[in-house]
């Protein structure tokens, strides 16, 4: 029986997507080079900000260090967000749902504490969550399982009673390792039949998890 519902940040909650792609495509620009959306997707999508970075600087051979990127990522973006970032479909129907019916409500993210509570606060959602974990409080990042051991464990429920709400291969990865049950609602990429195999569904929106969510009772 699940008990314990957790959800990742960006592609999930929030919709950052949109901002990652242009942002890397501004940095490629700087430099004279094209960088297109489906670049983006295929390679970029759902990966860490350290990673794509290295990413970007090696592709087009960029006159630049990991420092000064991730620090123009970490400017521009933040700046973005505090100006307003728009939530993905029916993100308040089911945490009102799910609190309604007495789950457990987790936000697991990579993020630091400050960005992630920035984008929450704004749609005055914050309130729903029982409890959160962020990218320092870990030592390894998706796609290994610590951030959602840690967030089953701040839960208290054991890992077959959590779900993990997921938009990338990463995410699904990382919920796998850890035998934690876990849906895949795809944001720009959908993910290789390899990393649906993993996951109990895929679903196209979170509106859709209520009535797995009934399924299961």
Not at 29 to 43: R, S, W
Not at 81 to 104: A, P, T
Request: overall charge negative.
């Amino acid at each position: 029986m699940i008990k314990a519902v957790i959800f990742d940040l960006d592609g999930i909650i929030i919709d950052t997507e949109v901002i990652s792609y242009q942002l890397f495509k501004n940095i490629a620009g700087q430099y004279g080079h094209e960088f297109t959306l489906d670049n983006y997707i295929q390679n970029y999508s759902g990966r860490t900000a350290v990673a794509n970075v290295t990413r970007i600087i090696k592709e087009f051979d960029l006159p630049t260090t990991n420092d000064e990127v991730m620090n123009y990522l970490m400017i521009h973006e933040n700046s973005v967000i505090d100006h307003g970032v728009d939530l993905k479909d029916g993100v308040k129907d089911i945490l009102k749902y799910l609190k309604d019916d007495n789950y457990k409500i987790i936000l697991a993210t990579s993020s630091m504490k400050e960005r992630a509570l920035s984008a929450l606060k704004q749609h005055d959602i914050d309130k729903y969550f029982d409890d959160m974990v962020f990218g320092p409080e870990v030592e390894h990042a998706k796609p290994h399982p610590d951030i959602f051991l840690k967030a089953i464990e701040k839960a208290g429920v054991n890992v077959d009673e959590g779900l993990i709400l997921e938009d990338s291969e990463s995410g699904i990865q990382a919920a796998y390792s850890g035998n934690i049950p876990v849906i895949c609602i795809p944001d720009m990429k959908e993910p290789s039949q390899h990393f649906k195999d993993m996951t109990v569904a895929v679903l196209p929106s979170l509106l859709n998890v209520i009535g797995y969510l009934e399924l299961q009772r």
